[in-house]
Nanobody, 126 residues
């Protein structure tokens, strides 16, 4: 069983930045593909981005965040990060990290992710 704990959310003005962190339990973190998703009020949860396991050389982003958000990972710390720049009110959501223990490449499909964090709120004011 893998436990994921997100942190770093908060209130920020439009144009600002935040960095989310997701700390994972266990000794096999480096073998997981990691993803970030978000859910805005009244909307379905949507894919934000994902990073391949081990070195994380392959990354995949939703078009809505491409060029503004960056995913990275530190396997020594069992942590994946989501750096969010140029935030706008449409980025307001609860952000979740998720772990995919099996597939080798990052995916936008929720069904690939077997473990989920509890989420952290990001609010962007105009």
């Amino acid at each position: 069983q893998v436990q994921l704990v997100e942190s770093g959310g908060g209130l920020v003005q439009a144009g600002g930045s935040l960095r989310l962190s997701c700390a994972a339990s266990g000794r096999t973190f480096s073998t997981y593909t990691m993803g970030w998703f978000r859910q805005a009020p009244g909307k379905e949860r949507e894919f934000v981005g994902a990073i391949a396991r081990r070195g994380g050389s392959t990354k995949y982003y939703a078009d809505s965040v491409k060029g503004r958000f960056t995913i990275s990972r530190d396997n020594a710390k069992n942590t994946v990060y989501l750096q969010m720049n140029s935030l706008n009110p449409e980025d307001t959501a609860v952000y979740y990290c998720a772990a995919d223990p099996y597939s080798g490449q990052p995916s936008s499909l929720e069904s690939y992710y077997h473990y989920w964090g509890q989420g952290t709120q990001v609010t962007v004011s105009s």
